[in-house]
């Protein structure tokens, strides 16, 4: 009987917190202005910011991760690499295809094959908006202070990059709390264990982020 009551009870909790989340995201859409953005990022945290405002995807870094300091060249010098073509990576990887773009690596975490990855980078590049762009990168464990200054000197006003710690000397950082005693962080749309459903990355509001420009 109590087992039945339990199970019963978390059924009407996780329906209440979808209920809540599926509200929370349509004031958040509400709240946006600016809908042709462009994000460049180096993870999938970008394509969750697009996914849960409903706008369309001006930007080829979709369901794909770059590791930090590529990331950070390659937004260093965008419009050379933009231009570039991407060789397959054999071997690479067991989970998932990858990609050369001149000397920069891309994981197509979220593509079951290297031309399917590539057709849709070429696509959503022919998209990008150079006139509303943002810049979304990850803190990982290969994030240096280095890393991290070359990033804040990056020549675009609208960019962040998430970090395991506080970082004030550098004002395009932006802390995400509970991973201090850890390298770097990880993957920022993993849901907390709380009452409400709420992912790390909800903890910046990127939708006054976006509507800046």
Same mark, same amino acid.
């Given at each position: ?97 990858? /990609? ?38 990850? /803190? ?42 850890? /390298? ?30």
């Amino acid at each position: 009987m109590f087992k039945t009551l339990y199970n019963k009870g978390m059924a009407v909790y996780e329906k209440f917190r979808n209920v809540e989340y599926g509200l929370y995201k349509i004031r958040k859409r509400q709240r946006l202005k600016n809908t042709d953005f462009t994000i460049i990022a180096s993870n999938c945290t970008g394509t969750f910011m697009y996914y849960d405002l409903k706008v369309p995807f001006l930007s080829p870094t979709i369901n794909l991760n770059i590791e930090i300091n590529d990331f950070v060249k390659m937004v260093e010098n965008l419009e050379w690499y933009m231009s570039q073509e991407i060789a397959e990576l054999e071997g690479e990887s067991d989970r998932c295809p990858v /990609g050369l773009l001149g000397d920069i690596k891309i994981y197509f975490v979220h593509y079951d094959t290297f031309s399917e990855g590539v057709s849709k980078w070429e696509e959503r590049k022919r998209r990008i908006n150079r006139n509303n762009m943002f810049i979304v990168g990850m /803190g990982t464990d290969t994030c240096t202070r280095e890393t991290l200054a070359r990033f804040e000197r990056l020549p675009y006003p609208d960019k962040v990059i998430f970090t395991h710690k506080t970082y004030p000397e550098f004002k395009s950082s932006f802390h995400i709390k509970g991973y201090e005693q850890k /390298g770097g962080l990880c993957c920022l749309p993993v849901y907390k264990k709380q009452l409400l459903k709420r992912r790390p990355v909800d903890d910046f509001d990127y939708v006054t982020f976006l509507n800046r420009s």
